[in-house]
């Protein structure tokens, strides 16, 4: 076996991609939804679904889940954790909903109401419980909050009150958990986010603990902005919680890992397997996908995303640090760069396809999915539960 492809294998054996349910059911624009006979419906179609993405590639054993959209109130936590045994896979970090409650309108760790922001905080305290009861190591925070207006808000107290609600949170952590806390620059607020960039994660995550690390998702950034070196820095400072991936041409747009800019992904991941090498702990870091899939089937663009992170993580995997590291001290730039773009444009395919074999997977799991007929009997059997309980296709957003 040559040294390349050894190479490729060790990585992979080290790299796990979790998906999210809530990328297995039917979502849309705020201008409506495309619905899918095949869409998951419960947390069990989505596990089930998750299932299967894990079946054929091998990569993707634990699923995210949103407290509210996968276990309501009152739900059987136990029968959950049964059906995702049952279907091969272990529930991984859990992200609280503090934003869609009426009561959420203004805020919920932000609110001027402390009664909202004392229901905000109940609510990430009783999804630590739920963390704890699941054996998840990940508690996911995401918050809308922010305002649409100049003057319309306190931007400092605010950030008080999310410092004060970030402690408590944190307080609840024990052993091993980890808090990540994410940033995003707009959407749905649209003049200032409380939690708007990678700094002001950073500053809450500090303040609130040593089990707080920072969460990049990779579609909260301006246009052009230099994610790898966020990626970098946040290695560099033991901050780096972990990843939700996503590709965008625009804003927040959901796309598909890699479609389009993969090279992207690959100085991401090359940053990160080189603060590896440099003898940082990588080991910890939480990859996932924040994907919604309106146009493509929901199990195969997941499926087509793993092989698309394996891909680009395998790539980078064939950096040679050693000459990259001569190159940058000569100051030779064509040969620095050209040390990225060789791993870049090598054909890393083939030994993918060897580690699959070895774990006795298909070498092409898009085409082991299409040939098992799930998508067809998911189709036809949620199709006809959707009917038996009346669930029909919603109107656009505004009417
Ligand atoms: C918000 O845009 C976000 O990235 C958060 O991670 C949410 O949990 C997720 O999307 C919901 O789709
Ligand atoms: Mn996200």
């Known amino acids: 076996m040559s040294k390349q492809t050894d190479r490729i294998l060790k990585a992979l054996d080290q790299f796990n991609i979790e998906t999210p349910s809530w990328g ?13 006979d ?14 299967i993405v894990h079946r054929f590639t091998g990569c993707c054993p634990s699923v995210a889940v949103h407290v509210l959209w996968d276990f309501p109130p009152k739900c059987d936590i136990n029968a959950v954790l049964r059906t995702a045994r049952k279907h091969g896979v272990r529930i991984g970090a859990i992200n609280p909903n503090v ?11 932000g609110n001027p109401d402390p009664a909202v922001r004392r229901k905000a905080l109940r609510h990430i305290l009783d999804s630590v419980e739920l963390m ?12 809308a909050d922010g305002s649409c207006y100049p003057g319309q808000s306190d931007i400092v107290q605010r950030k008080e009150w999310f410092a004060e609600g970030l402690r408590k949170s944190h307080d609840k952590l024990r052993g091993n958990d980890i808090m990540l806390v994410e940033y995003k620059p707009f959407e749905p607020a649209f003049y200032h986010t409380d939690i708007g960039d990678w700094g002001m994660a950073y500053i809450l995550s500090r303040q609130s603990g040593k089990r707080a690390r920072v969460l990049v998702d990779t579609g909260h950034h301006y246009q052009s902005q230099n994610i790898e070196q966020i990626v970098a820095w946040l290695l560099d400072e033991n901050m780096l919680g972990g990843f939700h991936f996503n590709d965008r041409r625009y804003a927040d747009d959901d796309l598909t890992l890699g479609c389009i800019d993969p090279y992207q992904v690959f100085r991401i991941f090359h940053e990160i397997q080189l603060a590896g090498w440099k003898g940082k702990n990588i080991r910890d870091i939480a990859y996932m996908v924040d994907q919604c899939h309106n146009l493509k089937g929901k199990v195969e663009e997941t499926i087509q995303t793993a092989m698309n992170a394996q891909e680009l993580w395998a790539k980078a995997a064939l950096v040679d640090y050693d000459k990259l590291g001569r190159h940058q001290m000569r100051c030779e730039l064509i040969d620095a760069e050209n040390c990225l773009r060789a791993a870049f444009s090598t054909d890393v395919r083939p030994a993918i396809e060897l580690w699959r074999r070895k774990r006795g997977l298909h070498p092409d799991p898009l085409k082991a999915f299409r040939a ?6 998911a189709a036809k059997d949620r199709a006809a539960r959707r009917r038996a309980a009346g669930i029909v296709q919603g109107k656009s957003f505004a009417f």
């Open 99 to 109: 934003f869609q409650a009426q009561d959420y309108k203004f805020g919920s760790l």
């Open 372 to 377: 098992s007929g799930y998508e067809r009997k």
């Open 38 to 51: 095949a869409a998951a419906i419960t947390i069990d179609d989505k596990l089930s679904d998750a299932g």
């Open 132 to 143: 704890h009861a699941t054996k998840s190591r990940f508690l996911s925070l995401w918050f």
């Open 24 to 36: 297995y059911g039917d979502t849309g624009t705020r201008f409506g939804k495309f619905f899918q």
